[in-house]
């Protein structure tokens, strides 16, 4: 039960850090945990988690461009590249972890309904 609710935890830490740009609603929501009973309930949440991961792991890679694109800019009027560079590398990181965490939340969901 506790690796459970770490695993929860872990979840919702990675869809806060998704921010709403990403989702307007979560990938899976506190009624449908609080009510998870069959193992088509559990499936359903590990397909919303993947499908959570798959639209992280897209801005993650969108932010690991911007990076590239931020290091290969220089300092253009006043930019501070390495500035924007760091941003962007760090927002990629965080959406990189997100997205792991919402792959390991999903697997833990198929484990579940088996």
């Given at each position: ?41 559990h499936e359903a949440m590990a397909a919303a988690y993947d499908k959570e991961a798959t ?60």
């Amino acid at each position: 039960m506790n690796r459970f609710v770490a695993m929860m935890s872990a979840g919702t830490v990675a869809i806060l850090l998704s921010g709403g740009a990403v989702a307007a609603e979560p990938a899976v929501t506190p009624a449908q945990i609080a009510g998870a009973t069959t193992p088509a309930d559990h499936e359903a949440m590990a397909a919303a988690y993947d499908k959570e991961a798959t639209t992280l792991e897209a801005k993650a890679r969108e932010h690991e461009q911007m990076a590239k694109a931020y290091s290969s800019a220089g300092n253009k009027k006043g930019m501070d590249s390495a500035s924007m560079h760091a941003h962007c590398a760090k927002l990629a990181k965080q959406y990189s972890d997100a997205a792991a965490e919402n792959r390991e939340l999903a697997k833990q969901h198929r484990a579940m309904a088996h």
